[in-house]
């Protein structure tokens, strides 16, 4: 398993301004996974970020909405640029699980959330 | 492209009955698939996850599910609902060649006294 610590865990913002949130993870990933659930929704992926290469974004989100930073194997944020209510969302931080020799286990760890609201 | 559907956004049964949520995953090739259930102001959790071994899987909390390609279903039961049991719950896959897992729609689980 592992280990994840989101920041902020929630926070109220003022429409036009931008938040960063930050995930700390306790081991060494080389990929970590950005997903948005708005209000009463499911999980949708925003972007996958891998260190030292720019984040693959999905399609209907862009870099300069959601510019994401990966300094090294541990850490990543997640910007949400010059906000608006329709960005009130929950936004969750995930990495692969690794099994005892190293391998991809398939399944998704989660961080707890940043619950986001702008008014 | 491989997705998954989840039947019935709301489902409410009453303490100690059988709880049964459905999901069916639209694939011709076996996929990886998860059951995630989130708490109120909480992540996901893992509940269980098939990956071509056995059909029947056991999770966490009693839960277990059945995956059957005749039907494309991978559907979560637990024959005894408990109080603490009220969560949303995920169905999930793993597209072919991503890490990143795609969700159901969800499924709001109410026990009822």
């Known amino acids: 398993s592992a280990v994840i610590s989101q920041k902020p865990s929630r926070d109220i913002c003022q429409r036009g301004t931008s938040l960063t949130i930050q995930c700390q993870v306790d081991?060494?990933?080389?990929?970590m996974f950005w997903y948005r659930q708005q209000p009463g929704q499911s999980l949708t992926l925003i972007a996958t970020?891998?260190?030292?290469?720019?984040?693959?974004?999905e399609s209907g989100f862009v870099i300069d909405k959601f510019p994401i930073s990966r300094p090294n194997l541990t850490f990543s944020t997640l910007t949400v640029s010059n906000m608006s209510p329709e960005d009130s969302s929950i936004y969750l931080c995930?990495?692969?699980?690794?099994?005892?020799?190293?391998?991809?286990?398939?399944?998704?760890?989660f961080g707890e959330g940043s619950r986001l609201t702008v008014l | 492209a491989q997705s998954v559907t989840q039947l019935g956004s709301h489902v409410s049964v009453s303490e100690g009955a059988l709880v049964l949520l459905r999901c069916n995953y639209s694939?011709?090739?076996?996929?990886?698939l998860f059951w995630y259930v989130q708490y109120p102001n909480q992540g996901l959790q893992l509940l269980l996850k098939?990956?071509?071994?056995?059909?029947l899987v056991k999770g966490i909390n009693g839960f277990e599910a059945e995956f059957k390609k005749s039907e494309t279903s991978f559907h979560l039961t637990k024959p005894s609902a408990h109080m603490s049991d009220a969560a949303e719950y995920f169905c999930?896959?793993?597209?072919?060649?991503?890490?990143?897992?795609?969700f159901g729609s969800g499924t709001r689980l109410q026990v009822q006294p």
């Open positions: 995930s990495v692969v699980g690794r099994g005892l020799a190293g391998g991809s286990t398939g399944e998704l760890f």
């Open positions: 081991s060494q990933v080389t990929m």
């Open positions: 970020a891998n260190q030292g290469s720019e984040a693959t974004y």
């Open positions: 694939s011709s090739v076996p996929p990886y």
């Open positions: 098939y990956t071509s071994a056995a059909t």
């Open positions: 999930a896959v793993k597209l072919t060649g991503r890490r990143a897992l795609t």
